[in-house]
């Protein structure tokens, strides 16, 4: 288990990156804000797995908690409202 | 699988060639007792059938596989996630372990998550609206609720279901107050999410089975409610 850079409660930036390879980081929440809610476990490396890679080493992946309002600068539905998703630690960056 | 179903059995639907030769996995022909011999294929089932011939003799599949995955799709539905939301309903104690240990908790109750995946209960309150999405795919927990629906895989629904939460529930049929926190989850990792719904009211000494006809798939992907009691009164 490797030392994880991130806790609950960090706020951390979505790194703003267009690999040419596959990847999960949807495109709405690169560059934005948001708080770790929690670490979720060590998966295998998606990235790599897609173009044959074995995806290993397994890498810490976060639940991550965005306001509506910062992905969606027009969001009008409610102020309270929230986006989870989860992240590879390595899409990450201290806030 | 029972014993001496023919290998074809997913062809005897009514949609074989007439005159088609099938094939054993030695190579061997082999008859289908039961054939319509004057259906005529379309152009997607001749290719199917085609594909399926060709993976099995070329024994990249073996001839029960296509049978086998049919059978277990048959056995993902949306009653699996609905019998755990009642029991959860029902028995506190399960409740609590079905959210602390959900991958655990969902095998003991004898479903099998489909490639060994995670999964995560996200329970709904008076004060929280869980609701799932997979912006990049269709990632859906099946072995509790099936196939996804084709609305779960549209692009509208997976472009809209971020954007306007609320404006998609109230079109299937749930307007939520204001002061409830909407949370979107989009399931685009390793993990599956399944909602847990709030317990409607009225529905006080319902015994489990009763209880799960009141949960609906859609309740459980979150964007609307169970039903409510008088919907199955009688």
């Not at chain 2, 709904?124 to 072995?143: D, G, I, R």
Request: glycine share 6%; with cysteine; hydrophobic share 35%.
């Amino acid at each position: 288990m490797p030392e994880l850079l991130f806790s609950p409660g960090d706020r951390v930036l979505v790194r703003d990156e267009t690999p040419p390879h596959h990847h999960r980081t949807p495109w709405y929440v690169k560059a934005r804000r948001g708080i770790v809610l929690e670490f979720i476990g060590m998966y295998l490396d998606s990235e790599t797995r897609a173009h044959g890679g074995s995806g290993l080493p397994e890498l810490p992946m976060y639940r991550v908690e965005f306001d509506q309002t910062e992905l969606w600068p027009e969001y009008a539905e409610s102020p309270s409202d929230k986006l989870w998703v989860d992240l590879y630690e390595h899409w990450l960056e201290r806030a | 699988m029972s014993e001496g179903k023919d290998r074809g059995g997913f062809y005897d639907t009514g949609w074989q060639p007439a005159g088609d030769v099938h094939r054993d996995e030695d190579g061997r022909p082999h008859d289908h007792p039961g054939l319509q011999e004057d259906v005529v294929l379309g152009v997607r089932a001749s290719r199917a059938l085609a594909m399926h011939e060709l993976l099995v003799e070329k024994d990249v599949i073996g001839g029960h596989e296509v049978d086998d995955a049919i059978e277990l799709w048959s056995t993902r539905v949306p009653s699996n996630g609905a019998t755990l939301v009642a029991k959860a309903w029902s028995d506190p104690e399960f409740k609590a372990r079905l959210l602390e240990h959900p991958k655990e908790t969902v095998v003991e109750s004898g479903f099998v998550p489909e490639h060994n995946a995670d999964i995560i209960v996200l329970e709904n309150t008076s004060t929280v609206q869980h609701m799932v999405v997979c912006t990049l795919c269709s990632c859906y927990p099946t072995a509790l609720l099936g196939p996804p629906p084709d609305w779960y895989k549209s692009f509208s629904y997976r472009s809209r279901a971020v954007t306007e939460p609320r404006a998609v529930m109230s079109e299937f049929g749930l307007e939520l107050e204001e002061d409830v926190e909407v949370r979107v989850v989009d399931s685009n990792s390793e993990l599956r999410f399944l909602v847990l719904p709030r317990r409607p009211a009225g529905t006080e000494g319902w015994s489990e089975e009763r209880l799960a006809a009141l949960v609906t798939r859609d309740s459980m992907i979150g964007v609307s409610a169970p039903l409510s009691p008088d919907a199955v009164q009688n």
